[in-house]
C-alpha cells in the first residue's frame, strides 16, 4: 500500500504536462465553438484517441495508478481546458466504473473496449442511472428488468434521463430494478449492446452549461438483451438478493446497490473536475488582476481583489487535498468511515460555484460576457453541485455516515 503523499513522482508528472498540453492546444482554443454549437465535439475526442489520450488503456493505467493521484490528477487537468470538451472525453469513464464495480472480468475485457472504439472509429458510452422520477431517490426507480428464463433474456422497459451520451453511445449500462419489493437494493446493471432494438434517444437536453457534452433521455421499450448482460451474472444477484430479503426480514443492514457503487467510487473524481474547474476561473482572475488597470493602478494592488485572490486559492488547495485524500484512502482499500469521498465532492464543488462567480466579479463586465472564458467556466460550474449526487445528498450521506442515523 502506497504511504499517502502531496508529491508526485516524475512519472506523474510527465503524465500531468502532458494532459495539460493536450488541454492548453487543442481544447482551450475549441471550447467557445463547440459551447455555442452545443454538440458532441468529435474531431476533439478523435484527437484525444490519436494521442492515446481517448482509450482504456489510458484511463486504466490512471485507474490502477498505487497512489490512487492518478484519476484526479487527469481529471483535473483536463477539466482545466474545458469542462464541456472534457466530459465529452471522460463520460464513458462513468459507463466504464459501472462494469469495472459490478461485472465480471469476462464483462469488463468484452465490453469496456466496446465503449472506447479506436483512433480510426471513436465510440462512447452511457451510463443510464437517473429517472424523471427518480434522480437522488433511487428507491423511486421505475425501469424494470424481467427474466425470460426459456429465452435466457431480460426484458428492460423504462425512461432513463440526464444519461451523459445518452442515445449516441455504442454501449449503454442501465440500472433496472429486478425486485421492486426491496426498494434500492433490488436493483441490478445491464449492458445493453449496440444497435439493440427498442432503445431509443428521447429528448436531447439543452443546458446552461456542459454544452458540448451530450445529455439525453434514452427510452426503452421491451428491450431485450441476453443473460451474460447482466453485470455480475445470474448467480451472484439471486445470491445478492437473498441476503437482501432476509436482511429485510431482520430489518437489517445496508445492502449497496448498483448505482451507488458506481457513484461512490466516481464522487473523488467528480470533485477533482471541479478543482480543474476552479482553477482555472482563479488564473483567469489573477491574470487579469495583474494586468488591468483602474486610478492608475493595476486593481489587484487593491485589498478587496487580491484577498479574494487569497481565499479562491486557499479554497482550491483545500478542495485538492480532500479529493487526493479521498482517492487515495479508496486505492488503499481505507473504508470512508467518515464520508470522506462525499465530502470531497461537496468541498470542491462548492468551491467551484463560489470561485467562477468570484472570477466573474473581479473581471467586472468582461466577466459578463462571452469574450472572456470566466462566464463560461462559471454556468460550466453549476454542474458539479448537482449531477452525481446533489450537495444536499452528499450532506446526507455524510450525516448519516458521522450519526449513525437514518437522517431524512
Known amino acids: ?110 465490453w469496456v473496449p466496446q465503449m472506447y472504439g479506436d483512433a480510426d472509429d471513436v465510440k462512447v458510452a452511457a451510463f443510464c442511472s437517473s429517472e424523471p422520477d427518480a434522480g437522488s431517490d433511487v428507491a423511486s426507480m421505475r425501469t424494470r428488468a424481467v427474466y425470460d428464463e426459456a429465452k435466457d433474456e431480460w426484458v428492460l422497459n423504462g425512461t432513463k434521463t440526464w444519461a451523459t451520451n445518452g442515445g449516441i453511445a455504442n454501449v449503454h449500462v442501465v440500472v433496472a430494478v429486478v425486485d421492486p419489493e426491496l426498494g434500492s437494493k433490488g436493483h441490478a446493471s445491464f449492458i445493453v449492446p449496440p444497435n439493440t432494438p427498442g432503445l431509443s434517444q428521447g429528448q436531447k437536453f439543452k443546458k446552461h452549461g456542459i454544452r458540448a457534452s451530450h445529455t439525453a433521455e434514452v427510452v426503452l421499450e421491451n428491450v431485450r438483451v441476453p443473460g451474460h448482460c447482466l453485470l455480475g451474472g445470474k448467480e451472484k444477484l439471486d445470491e445478492r438478493l437473498a441476503r437482501a430479503r432476509e436482511k429485510a426480514k431482520a430489518g437489517g443492514e445496508r445492502v449497496k446497490n448498483a448505482a451507488m457503487a458506481t457513484f461512490e467510487a466516481s464522487r473523488p473524481a467528480v470533485g477533482a473536475m471541479a478543482v480543474g474547474t476552479a482553477r482555472a476561473a482563479y488564473e483567469e482572475a489573477l ?40 482517492s487515495w484512502m479508496a486505492v488503499a482499500g481505507k473504508p470512508f468511515t467518515s464520508a470522506e469521498g462525499s465530502m470531497s465532492k461537496l468541498f470542491a464543488s462548492e468551491v467551484a460555484k463560489k470561485v467562477t462567480a468570484q472570477a466573474v466579479q473581479i473581471l467586472g463586465g468582461n466577466g459578463f460576457t462571452r469574450e472572456y472564458p470566466v462566464e463560461r467556466m462559471h454556468r460550466d460550474a453549476a454542474i458539479y453541485t448537482i449531477f452525481e449526487g446533489t450537495s444536499e445528498i452528499q450532506r446526507l450521506v455524510i450525516a448519516r455516515t458521522l450519526s449513525g442515523m437514518p437522517i431524512r
Open 1 to 110: 500500500m502506497a504511504e499517502f503523499t502531496m508529491e508526485l513522482n516524475d512519472e506523474q508528472r510527465e503524465v500531468r504536462d502532458w494532459i495539460h498540453g493536450f488541454a492548453a492546444d487543442v481544447m482551450r482554443p475549441a471550447a467557445a465553438e463547440w459551447d455555442e454549437r452545443e454538440e458532441t465535439p468529435w474531431p476533439v475526442i478523435q484527437e484525444a484517441a490519436k494521442i492515446g489520450l481517448y482509450s482504456l488503456d489510458f484511463y486504466a493505467q490512471q485507474f490502477f495508478d498505487p497512489t490512487g493521484l492518478g484519476i484526479p490528477m487527469a481529471m483535473e487537468e483536463l477539466f482545466w481546458g474545458d469542462a464541456g470538451i472534457a466530459l465529452s472525453i471522460v463520460g464513458t469513464g462513468l459507463a466504464a466504473v459501472g462494469v469495472l464495480a459490478n461485472g465480471t472480468e469476462e464483462q469488463i475485457g468484452t
Open 287 to 326: 491574470e487579469y488582476a495583474r494586468t488591468r488597470e483602474q486610478f492608475g493602478r493595476p486593481i489587484i494592488d487593491n485589498q478587496g481583489v487580491a484577498f479574494q485572490l487569497a481565499d479562491m486559492r486557499t479554497q482550491i488547495d483545500a478542495a485538492r487535498l480532500l479529493v487526493w485524500r479521498a
